[in-house]
């Protein structure tokens, strides 16, 4: 599968990644902390264990986002941007 991440704030993708297969969401997650955080090859955390997926939506549902949070900050999202500000949003 394709992935689009989006940066907070961006329109356009900051990072696309390819993952599939058995090991599709601990890929997923390496890349996106791999991107956000920088690539740590001391590191014996698996990445899935502090990258997280949240679906919100702004409260007249007309907006819906895939949010991404890195060690609980909000970093962005996939497949699409927040087009509102991210205050209109609630996770669902």
Same mark, same amino acid.
């Given at each position: *599968?394709?992935?689009?991440?989006?940066?907070?704030?961006?329109?356009?993708?900051?990072?696309?990644?390819?993952?599939?297969?058995?090991?599709?969401?601990?890929?997923?997650?390496?890349?996106?902390?791999?991107?956000?955080?920088?690539?740590?090859? #001391?590191?014996?955390?698996?990445?899935?264990?502090?990258?997280?997926?949240?679906? *919100?939506?702004?409260?007249?549902?007309?907006? #819906?986002?895939?949010?991404? #949070?890195?060690?609980?900050?909000?970093?962005?999202?996939?497949?699409?941007?927040?087009? *509102?500000?991210?205050?209109? #949003?609630?996770?669902?």
């Amino acid at each position: *599968m394709d992935f689009r991440f989006y940066a907070l704030g961006e329109t356009t993708p900051s990072l696309l990644f390819v993952a599939g297969g058995m090991d599709l969401w601990n890929d997923m997650c390496e890349a996106i902390a791999d991107h956000i955080l920088g690539k740590d090859p #001391y590191s014996d955390e698996p990445a899935h264990e502090f990258v997280e997926v949240v679906e *919100m939506q702004t409260a007249d549902e007309e907006e #819906y986002v895939e949010a991404v #949070y890195v060690k609980g900050d909000l970093v962005g999202s996939l497949k699409s941007p927040f087009w *509102m500000p991210v205050s209109e #949003y609630v996770k669902i």
